[in-house]
């Protein structure tokens, strides 16, 4: 957020060899996934997000920014498919929750067409 991205990366890096708390450990992933997508290396940070979803599957926050990242790398209906299916599943929205079932279904039919 300070502008400093670049030399944000090493200490990033460094922290997550060491013994973080969990906490600690979210942000640090979090931290170097979105850095690593605002510099443009998206590979980067496609496997440090991809990475953080499998440790931590029910933190929510990672699958948005890996949807950013794959939105960037190209792959929108990936990316889109990702953001209505958390939409679904996390929207306290009234309307968004009737819809939900059909949000998750159609999340990933996107460029499907019915006769």
Do not use: C
């Amino acid at each position: 957020m300070l502008g400093l991205e670049r030399e944000a990366v090493p200490y990033y890096e460094k922290s997550l060899t060491l013994g973080l708390s969990t906490e600690q450990r979210v942000g640090a992933l979090l931290g170097l996934g979105s850095t690593y997508r605002t510099l443009g290396e998206y590979e980067n940070s496609k496997a440090i997000l991809e990475q953080a979803i499998q440790e931590y599957p029910e933190n929510k926050e990672f699958p948005v920014f890996l949807a950013m990242t794959l939105h960037n790398l190209g792959d929108h209906s990936l990316a889109m498919g990702m953001l209505l299916k958390l939409l679904a599943e996390t929207s306290a929205d009234e309307g968004i929750r009737s819809y939900s079932k059909a949000i998750s279904y159609y999340s990933d039919k996107l460029g499907q067409v019915w006769d």
